[in-house]
């Protein structure tokens, strides 16, 4: 008797999942159809390139032809990354801003919405298809440039004494090391390097060299 109560559980376990997998299809083609209607597709919006908006009227135009009518779990994102495109374009537009200051700007975007506290780069994949792009060498001369802002990080977190796992502490007071140790490396090649700009090497000096 038990034995069949369980499997009957199981039955009535399995035909559930069942269901709500077909009703939750059901939705979805329902509201990929309905987003259709509304000229949203997801693939012709991940391909689409976002417009340059010359007013504040075009760029309320697109913004709200993207956010109007139905949407899928899918279109919803490239609404937002698209609307975002389009008004970080018109302003860089507006303002006549140079490719650095637009880099600059696109970079700003990244931290404040990553809540990125730190140092970051940015790594494209399709660079590692050509020999020039060392991408391992970009990303070790970041993490040694990082090294004095990781020293001192690091070292915050240990004086908070937010009694961490030892492991975690160690690395912490690696980063401290290295980090004071970049901090006397920098301080040294800025001082040789002043140190040569006052008082340039002799001809002899330089014939000995």
């Not at 499997?7 to 999942?17: C, E, L, M, Q």
């Not at 507006?94 to 931290?111: E, K, N």
Request: hydrophobic content about 35%; glycine content about 8%.
């Amino acid at each position: 008797m038990r034995r069949k109560a369980q499997k009957k559980r199981k039955s009535w376990g399995a035909s559930a999942k069942t269901q709500i997998r077909t009703q939750l299809q059901k939705d979805e083609r329902k509201a990929e159809r309905e987003a259709k209607a509304a000229g949203h597709v997801e693939a012709a919006m991940r391909d689409a390139a976002a417009p340059w908006p010359k007013t504040e009227a075009e760029l309320g135009d697109y913004i709200r032809g993207l956010v109007t009518g139905a949407h899928t779990y899918g279109t919803c994102v490239y609404a937002a990354s698209l609307s975002a495109t389009a008004t970080f374009n018109y302003v860089c537009g507006t303002l006549g801003m140079t490719g650095f200051q637009a880099s600059c700007a696109d970079f700003d975007v990244i931290r404040r919405t990553r809540g990125i506290k730190g140092p970051f780069i940015l790594l494209k994949g399709e660079d590692a298809l050509y020999p020039q792009f060392n991408l391992q060498q970009r990303l070790r001369e970041a993490i040694l440039g990082w090294q004095p802002w990781l020293g001192e990080q690091a070292e915050k977190l240990l004086a908070e004494k937010t009694h961490a796992h030892p492991e975690v502490e160690a690395h912490w007071r690696q980063l401290v090391a290295a980090g004071n140790l970049a901090k006397k490396a920098k301080a040294f090649r800025k001082k040789t390097l002043s140190d040569y700009a006052t008082k340039p090497p002799t001809k002899a000096a330089r014939r000995r060299k």
